[in-house]
């Protein structure tokens, strides 16, 4: 891929936007990119000499808010420009999808914010990939206008916007909700991209909202657990096993396994518990059954006999997880 950030932050720099590094994937290369200024913006070219894309925050310093129109259907640019005013500059993503241009009138960044339409309103708090960027599914190009044009946008008409929903106010419990809700989602959508676009729903209807920077870096760690086979939100209750026990347990034999499988299920983060032998009952086993499993469980190391039970019903065997636990 091409140097696309060093060759064109001095093109952009002189129609006075601030520009900085964007990778492949589309993601923001700094932290704190919404905040960049011009002098800040032209020391990240010495940085990130290879960086493949360029962005800029659509914001009132930069002049700019985009029309993000999401799906490369052009009959929808088509009637998003009849409704909200034609622009000179028009873009093509990598995706093939569309970005109009429009003088900035202090919108905000919006998601969705009309039901049924596939697009999005980028405005202060938010950011763009922008010509000529170079990522992973394609080249961003203009399709109409040059940077020429830029003092010529009109602003933005017909928004009609609907109110913004009230989020809780306090900052570690909106990222703690975010974080939630992107592990949820990572499970029903088929890429990263998918996946930030929802996060920056969610965030969307913060007020105020959260730095677009812990946005992506929710997301990230939701995408990562879910590649890894580690997001289980929305399935119930999970027992982690690691392998290393499972070696330990499964050569002892189906009784010892589901033993153990059901004293994870209820037991697995006390410290001590009770295998009574009252157990074999609930388990539809007879004791002479069930004491060969919790032997074989306790000879493997798995279970440690924290106290032998008595002969009186209120005085049951006490065990521990032994050297081989699950955590």
């Not at 396994?257 to 007879?286: E, I, P, Y």
């Amino acid at each position: 891929m091409k140097a696309v950030f060093s060759n064109a932050q001095p093109i952009y720099e002189e129609y006075g936007i601030a520009t900085f590094p964007v990778t492949e994937l589309k993601t923001p290369a700094v932290r704190g990119y919404l905040k960049i200024g011009l002098d800040t913006s032209r020391g990240l070219v010495i940085k990130f000499p290879d960086a493949p894309a360029i962005g800029f925050a659509t914001k009132r310093r930069n002049g700019v808010t985009i029309l993000d129109i999401d799906t490369p259907d052009e009959k929808v640019l088509a009637d998003a420009l009849n409704r909200h005013g034609h622009t000179p500059l028009i873009a093509r993503t990598g995706s093939g999808k569309f970005h109009a241009y429009y003088r900035n009138n202090g919108e905000r960044r919006r998601i969705r914010p009309w039901r049924g339409l596939a697009i999005d309103l980028l405005g202060t708090g938010g950011f763009v990939v922008a010509p000529p960027s170079e990522v992973a599914k394609g080249e961003y190009s203009f399709i109409q206008g040059t940077l020429d044009d830029l003092d010529q946008l009109p602003a933005l008409r017909n928004l009609d916007l609907p109110e913004p929903k009230q989020p809780s106010a306090i900052d570690g419990e909106r990222n703690n909700k975010l974080w939630h809700h992107c592990m949820w989602a990572a499970r029903h959508v088929e890429n990263f991209d998918e996946l930030l676009d929802v996060a920056r729903t969610f965030n969307d209807d913060c007020l105020p909202s959260l730095d677009d920077s812990e946005v992506i870096k929710a997301a990230r760690s939701a995408w990562r657990k879910t590649e890894r086979g580690e997001n289980w939100f929305g399935l119930g209750g999970v027992v982690p096993v690691l392998f290393t026990t499972m070696d330990r347990v499964l050569p002892l034999g189906a009784s010892a396994v589901f033993l153990f499988m059901h004293l994870q299920r209820h037991h697995s983060d006390r410290k001590t518990f009770c295998v009574a032998n009252a157990m074999a009952d609930r388990l539809g086993w007879g004791l002479a059954k069930f004491r060969a499993a919790r032997r074989q469980l306790v000879e493997a190391g798995v279970l440690r006999a924290v106290r032998p039970g008595g002969r009186a019903q209120h005085d049951p065997s006490i065990y521990a997880w032994g050297h081989w636990r699950t955590k």
